[in-house]
């Protein structure tokens, strides 16, 4: 038969059973994280129409995106999920109660050029809270406590949570009198953490007719110890500047009430998250220790989810981690929990007798007692079946011979201690399920010891 | 500004809150059905190589599929899940242990003319065990179980899994001396249950020239009250007839030790599963008091899962679940239990007083306590924040007025009952987790009474 090589196409990760494992219980602690935040779960299509999800136009995105027709419509395959997000919640705005909350937890996809620790199909999990007409601070106020929770629930201690609000930033421009220059100035610190002070300042002078005065008075107060101090003297003078600096108050007041650390919270005024969209508080997450990775978890506050498709004045705020990214992150820096079970199963069943009946009533037991369990009837011989075993991490094997099944007992043998005992199905299950219970609890990321 | 009104593609389903609560329960309960059978969870693109996914290529799939180019890559959607797991265990054969167990639960599209019922990207759950090489009986037998587990653990108690090997119907053409029609006949007595013996027959014997006692000694042996003794008589005369019998009767013997009840599983040997693809058991499974659904669960055994990629010789078993086909039967039957909390959180607290510290502290509180819980910090009247929760099914509401934070306390009110309690935090917590243990325990499917 003519055969064609198999392959995976590049960008697209496909991961072998036990990584995938370690990926689906960070899948599983963001839902519950979000859970309990009170978010609920959406699902939408990967496809739409093209016109609804290219509405607003223009810009690098579009040409990364997989369009093409079927029959006579013109499709796309999401990019974001926000987008999607704008049009469920337009389309069924009179059939939801806001404020709304959700999150979802899916792939996207953008064909960009092909490099490391870019992908083309990627997991996005993302969480935003719509409200309807108005929204109010408290919400900007809990998303780093979310962000803390969530991250620390999957096992990352050494991560810092950096907030701005673009109100803050906006005003200091207008303060300045940079406001024509305001998107220059911004794309320019932005760029403060890689190329330093001094050339930032060089390029506001040289570039952006920014007075030297001014960029000096900008670059301290963006390097300020104590940011909100430093912002104190220059309250009065602008509304939009004094509205951020209360909502930037109000966030960092009600951390401790949230539970978030102080130290693994700071206001950072250099954060501007892009041009447009943001209008309130913004947020980054980076890894104290692998700063080069940017931002893990970023997101904000904007005044209009949807007016490309309805009248409506919907402001929202939210956050998105890039999964597929991060979970390659974590594997490269060695970063994944490999102590955790990842196995398919807890109990390896054995057959030692012609009749498998016992056997499969065994497993049958066991899987009625919540554990998971294979049973290995191929025709191999042992020593293969335990190598099998062996090679998949899986606990605990269960010997079936005819004097366990005369004595209505089974052989519980432990596949790490090497220790075996001949128990009834009862104490088979207590045992195995005290011997779990021993080995869980872990985080699927664990940081390597400093 | 200018809008496009929006709109999600027909034949894409896209559900309110609520009901995605109840498909991703339905979701969950899948996987963990799964897991208790020793299945690993995997995840392969939605997106592969046209010239990978096409490689057995033409059909009726074809025509169906999403298929376009982005920049020189001719790329295609999955249209099952089932191409990309032979993909994907011919391209990691070497990675892999074998048996190989993989349950994936994941959206599929094909671009079907729309009509009600039919969906253009839907969920499918499948499992497959894969042997290398060989692949022993027991595996097939075990199946049924996992589907009788799996339907019993979503609710559904009316429903049978009907089961027939193709050997026996491949062996029982050859002794009736219809091999050459084998593809004809197996198509008409597939039409059994629409259309009658009768007219059965008729074709029979008109349109593919079966001799009339011929074809009534098939139709008798497929209409049989007890198959297995009907195909007593018929062993001796044909290797692959009597071998799919005793394939059969090892399935039947092991259903008691697998837990399966009698009356939730029949021979049926009218069922055949298409032409080609599948060579031992073969099963289906319907509901009872909805035939005209057709199978809701089906798959079989197959030779040959990769041998458009690999020489490898790779049998295997699976089933195939189109989730999201079933939930839509589901829903328009009644069939979703709605007595099952489907609001996004389990309590809604409400600040009183202008500082909103104690209030974020005791949600902080319940979240750490395992408790969904949302603040409502909006400045709407107090009615209207009841009326959110309300509309949401939430099932508590807790108060901090300036009383109950002077003594240290919340007011729990239970929505649905309208009993209110001011109590401790932690009483609070007590409170909310027994009263929502009360609620919890059923299942997503609940039949009408008949």
Known sequence: MAQIKPRTLSGFMELLPARQVQFDRMVDILRSSYSLYGFTPLDTPAIEASEVLLAKGGGETEKQIYRFTKGDTDLSLRFDLTVPLAKYVALHQNELTFPFRRFQIAKVYRGERAQKGRYREFYQADIDVIGDGSLDITNEAEIPSIIYKTFTALGLKRFKIRVNNRKVLNGLFALLGLEEQAGDVMRTIDKLEKIGPEKVKAILVDDFAVPADTADTLL?????????????????????????????????????????????????????????????????????????????????????????????????????????????????????????????????????????????????????????????????????????????????????????????????????????????????????RSGLAARAGGAPIREPQN
């Open 220 to 432: 301290s107060l963006l390097a300020a110890e104590d940011p909100m101090a430093a912002l104190e003297p220059l309250r009065g003078k602008n509304e939009l500047f004094d509205l951020g600096v209360e909502e930037l108050t109000t966030v960092v007041k009600y951390m401790a009430a949230y539970g978030v650390p102080q130290d693994h919270f700071m206001v950072d005024l250099t954060i501007a998250r892009g041009l447009d969209y943001y209008t309130g508080t913004v947020y980054e997450t980076v890894m104290l220790d692998h700063p080069e990775v940017g931002s893990i978890c970023s997101g904000g506050r904007y005044d209009n989810l949807a007016e490309y498709y309805t009248d409506k004045q919907l402001p929202g705020v939210g956050i998105s981690i890039g999964l597929t990214r991060l979970f390659s992150v974590l594997e490269a820096q060695g970063y994944l929990n490999d102590a955790l079970i990842t196995a398919p199963a807890d109990v390896l069943v054995l057959p030692m007798t012609e009749d498998l009946a016992p056997a499969i009533a065994f497993a049958t037991t066991l899987r009625e007692a919540g554990i998971r369990t294979q049973l290995h009837c191929e025709k191999k011989k042992f020593k293969q079946k335990l190598s099998y075993a062996d090679k998949l991490g899986i606990p605990y094997a269960a010997f079936l011979g005819e004097d366990e099944i005369q004595q209505g007992k089974v052989t519980v043998k432990d596949l790490t201690s090497g220790e075996q005992q001949t128990v009834t199905a009862d104490e088979a299950v207590a045992l195995v």
